[in-house]
């Protein structure tokens, strides 16, 4: 509504957290944060036998957003237990009697969802339809998902059955891929004792091939004969050979470094991979993409957190380190200047303000230009810069564009304030936040500048520092601005029409003079440099200066003239007219002069 004003304040991640409506007083009304949620509920009809374990599977978005209750849930026909796992939740199913049955189970999330423009808690109600089939043999469920495979044959692993009726104790058994004869050997069991607190035989496991669950069953055989029907994983030692990253934006690379606030794609090569579980430490929205994965590679998505103090992640496989580490490196990113200053009179000026992007006429003398540097404005929670560095030029030009003084003033470091989420990151030995005066690099002080003298600064990044990347620059461009100059000229003023006030008559042309004046000349408003025309000065005037025939003629007085001059004026000598008056000393009167002369500039 136009007559009040919203304000969003948002967190790192950029979710918003709280509104402010201001009206005239302003109220603080707190939002809750909303995390899409979802299952996976497409199914086809599972089938297992009788007193099997079955393990399902249900992909799902923000899984850490779901309650369910970790405990076994105990039923005349079937039991289960709820469990979490990266980017699923996990059935463990065991049925007790044959036939079709289905298990309900809705769903609540822990932070409400937004569903059909409400606030709810409830999600989906999963219903999984199941066909529990005879079992002649009896089904031995395992205590694990997996177990190693070994090609030394030499190797064996401890795995727990549930003791079955007719199990034997201390006795080995064939594991074969069919029930009939001639099934290729997957494992050997020998049967070491029961564990009666759990109901459970302990056995070791020899293995001989590679099997998934969904491969099929396996067949527990003595002597030729099946005995019992087991499944279980038998998969490659997990090892990983290579790990790839994809920067947001990016290619894939082996380079395993990272900015903070970076999106990845990883991924994980190497060989028994498929029920790894990864984890990239101190990282954020840890994804696995279950659809590409494989035991030969695994996929990922992530977020390096904005504040991550941690100087690697380090990747970690079934919580133990892969030897795999990303190491984190800080923003080093050329950035806009407006976090520099300059101050040339009474106040300070970001770089960036406009009236930087033309020459400044700035009247008067310029005591000093001052740079400075305000570190607030070079990192932010959305974006981040790192530190700056900048090198200055400085050339001083007279008003004839002719170079007086250079000076560069090199090695400018400017680090981040404490506002930036990575401040305590930076390595802030070589930074430089004082104030840099140019006059105590300048030869040529800038008080001591003459009228349109320019103090050109070049600003650039150093952009060696940025692996060639060239970076920003802007050059300011101060000119010293006055409205008149002050000059001695000597002149040669002849044919002058003199006109005595104490003599009756019109007057009388002189020959050569000579007059030497304090003269004020004039700057045109509008163009840089450029002299008006016409000047005024006050000073002596010697009449018929060089008339040594007559002394009468000769007169010496004091003068007010003023002087219009040719258009160009950029030579010592020229031909310029006079009109004024003044006081003859000899004559004892007041004159009135008009003419012509030549006029020599020092």
């Known amino acids: ?23 005239n007083s302003s109220q603080d009304f707190f939002l809750m944060p909303l995390m899409k949620t979802s299952l996976e509920l497409q199914f086809e009809e599972i089938e297992l036998y009788q007193e099997e374990e079955k393990r399902i599977e249900i992909p799902a978005k ?21 469990e979490y796992d990266v ?55 395992s205590d694990k998902d997996y177990v190693y495979f ?61 099997h998934h669950t969904e491969d099929g069953y396996l067949y527990v055989k003595e ?12 998969i490659e030692k997990p090892k990983i050979s290579k790990i790839s990253i994809l920067p947001e934006g990016g290619e894939w690379t082996t380079q395993l470094t990272a900015l903070p606030g970076q999106k990845f794609e990883a991924k994980i090569e190497g060989v028994g991979l498929r029920n790894s579980k990864i984890h990239f430490d101190a990282c954020q929205n840890i994804k696995a993409d279950s659809l590409k994965s494989s035991d030969e590679a695994l996929y990922f998505s992530f977020v390096v957190p904005i504040d991550i103090v941690k100087k690697k992640i380090i990747i970690f496989q079934n919580q133990k380190p892969t030897g795999f ?5 800080e923003y080093e990113r050329p950035t806009e200047f407006d976090f520099i200053q300059i101050n040339y009179g009474s106040s300070n000026l970001s770089l960036t303000n406009e009236k930087f992007l033309k020459p400044i006429l700035h009247e008067g003398t310029i005591q000093d230009v001052n740079i400075m540097f305000n570190p607030n404005k070079i990192d932010t929670e959305k974006k981040l810069n790192g530190k700056q560095y900048l090198d200055i030029e400085v050339r001083i030009l007279n008003n004839k564009n002719t170079l007086l003084d250079i000076q ?126 016409y000047s005024v000065g006050i000073g002596f005037l010697g009449l018929n200066a060089f008339n040594f025939t007559d002394d009468t003629q000769r007169d010496a007085g004091v003068v007010i003239l003023a002087t219009i001059n040719p258009l160009r004026k950029d030579t010592r000598f020229m031909i310029p007219l006079y009109f004024g008056g003044g006081y003859l000393i000899k004559a004892n009167s007041w004159f009135l002069v008009f003419g012509p002369g030549i006029q020599f500039r020092f």
Not at 226 to 232: A, C, E
Not at 464 to 469: A, F, L, N, S, V
Request: charged share 20%; glycine share 4%; hydrophobic share 35%.
């Open 1 to 23: 509504v136009s007559k009040y004003s919203l304000q969003l304040q948002n967190d790192v991640q950029g979710k918003v957290q709280k509104i402010n409506i201001l009206c």
């Open 150 to 210: 070994n090609n030394d044959y030499k190797y064996t692993e401890d795995i727990h059955f549930n003791n079955a009726k007719n199990l034997g104790i201390k006795k080995a058994y064939r594991i074969e891929d069919q029930a009939g004869t001639g099934g290729n050997l997957i494992a050997e069991m020998f049967t070491l004792y029961p564990v009666g607190n759990i109901n459970k035989v302990l056995s070791r496991i020899r293995t001989f091939s590679l």
């Open 408 to 533: 560069n003033i090199t090695d400018i470091v400017v680090c981040p304030s404490e506002s930036s989420p990575r401040y305590y990151n930076y390595d802030s030995k070589d930074c430089k936040q004082k104030l840099i005066n140019l006059n105590e690099y300048l030869k040529y002080k800038t008080s001591d500048l003459e009228a349109f003298s320019q103090i050109q600064i070049t600003f650039k990044h150093n952009q060696y520092k940025y692996g060639g990347q060239k970076g920003f620059q802007q050059v300011v461009n101060l000119i010293v601005k006055r409205k008149f100059d002050f000059d001695i000229q000597f002149a040669f003023p002849a044919g002058l029409y003199v006109k005595q006030f104490d003599k009756s008559g019109v007057g009388n042309l002189s020959g050569v003079s000579t007059s030497i004046l304090a003269q004020l000349n004039f700057y045109h408003p509008k163009k840089i440099g450029k002299l008006l025309p």
């Open 87 to 141: 980017n699923m939740i996990v059935i463990r199913l065991k049925a007790h009697s044959l036939g079709d049955k289905s298990i309900v189970l809705p769903f609540k999330s822990i932070q409400p969802i937004l569903k059909n423009t409400q606030l709810s808690n409830d999600l989906e109600t999963l219903i999984i339809k199941f066909k529990v089939k005879a079992n002649q043999l009896e089904y031995l469920n």
């Open 325 to 329: 580490e990303i190491l984190m490196k």
């Open 223 to 234: 002597n030729d004969r099946v005995r019992f029907v087991t499944n279980f994983n038998i």
């Open 62 to 82: 923000n899984v850490q957003n779901i309650k369910i209750e970790p405990q076994w849930v105990y039923n005349k026909d079937f039991d289960y237990k709820l």
